[in-house]
């Protein structure tokens, strides 16, 4: 069983590792930090599809699972990324349940009857994908939604304004769609250690974050965070794309 899948069907709490750059020896030692999940990047990222399997391998060594964003949800690019041994995908650019269920349909016809193994996520980033949320988080099969608060920024008129008061109300009016149907969605300002915003340091391990920027404890809160670099934290989850 997809332990981090596992995890979330429970009701818990998934840290989603960000290295922001494709190093296999950075994701096998985050496995020791406490990480479920290592983020591979493959659409704003360098990593190709032998990086993408030296990356999943890392991460199944070091007891995570990995959950991978693709450039294009093609079915043949789906597959491939697959059979490279990620173990899901994460859809960018959704806006309506129909492409959720197209989402869902690409990794059920590629895994077959391992698709209840695999992580499939969605990201909504844009007016219209807020607009379309409890369609898109009724869809079966799928496990999370990610909030891209980068896209959806420069959607509603604020690019480079992720903090923007607009972009706030949009993001605290996706929690009771997703609450409703208890889906896990992911808060995107929380970084390793210390929350944006805030001067004390919080880990948001092991239970939802109810301080802000986070949103409330309900629903679960799925948090990504970054890799450090020259011993700073980085905001790991802006998504940029």
Known sequence: MNRAKEK??????????????????L???????????????????SAG????????????????????????REQGLITRFLDCGVGGIQFPGIDDAAAAREAV??????????????????????????ENLPGIVAVEGLDAVVVGLSDLA???????ENRHPEVRRARSASSPPCAARTARLPD????TGRMSGTSSPRVCA????????????????????????????????????
């Not at 979330?8 to 020896?25: C, I, M």
């Not at 930090?33 to 704003?44: K, T």
């Not at 599809?49 to 294009?72: K, Q, V, Y």
């Not at 059920?108 to 219209?128: N, P, Q, Y």
Request: hydrophobic letters at 35%; a positive charge.
């Open 8 to 25: 979330l069907q429970r009701g818990g709490t998934v840290l989603v590792f960000n290295p922001n750059f494709p190093s296999a020896s």
């Open 27 to 45: 994701v096998e030692h985050a496995g020791g930090l406490g990480f479920d999940v290592a983020f591979i990047d493959c659409e704003h990222g």
């Open 49 to 72: 599809f032998e990086r993408a399997e030296e990356l999943a391998r890392a991460a199944r060594a070091a007891g995570m699972t990995s959950i991978l964003r693709p450039w294009s």
């Open 105 to 130: 349909g690409m990794v059920r016809a590629a895994r077959g009857d391992r698709f209840t193994d695999t992580l499939v996520t969605v990201m909504i980033e844009s007016k219209t994908a807020m």
């Open 154 to 160: 420069a959607s509603l008129g604020h690019p480079g």
């Open 188 to 191: 995107t300002t929380c970084i």
């Open 206 to 241: 092991g239970s939802p974050c109810t301080q802000r920027p986070c949103l409330p404890a309900e629903p679960r809160i799925y948090v990504r965070c970054s890799a450090t670099r020259r011993g700073r934290s980085r905001r790991g989850m802006r998504d940029e794309g």
